[in-house]
């Protein structure tokens, strides 16, 4: 299921109003999702449905100077090292938002 970008924005608006953009919310869905994946309750393509959930969460509330392809591909590499459940994810300053004005994204308007 994907979600359009109105719809999407629209969610991102309703989370942050609920308060739930806090680390621990997003550790328990963590851990909810490894433990159901470990049950065989969630496939990997649930799994992956819900980091692009996520992504595009991220890359709404992104600001313009850093919303680009390469940041997209950041996040979903540093998800997809947290939804293995062992790699570390390392300094979140290595993301693009983290970036010089250098080494931001090229395409960024």
């Not at 109105?6 to 851990?31: C, E, I, M, S, Y």
């Amino acid at each position: 299921m994907t979600m359009g970008l109105d719809k999407q924005k629209k969610l991102h608006f309703d989370l942050t109003n609920v308060g739930l953009r806090a680390q621990a919310t997003a550790a328990g869905l963590l851990q909810l999702c490894l433990e159901l994946r470990s049950a065989g309750v969630l496939d990997e393509a649930a799994v992956d449905r819900i980091k692009d959930a996520i992504a595009c969460d991220i890359e709404v509330s992104a600001p313009r100077s850093v919303a680009c392809p390469e940041y997209r591909r950041d996040v979903r590499d540093r998800l997809d090292n947290l939804f293995s459940g062992q790699a570390k994810v390392g300094d979140a300053n290595q993301l693009a938002f983290g970036a010089t004005p250098e080494t931001a994204c090229p395409d960024a308007r």
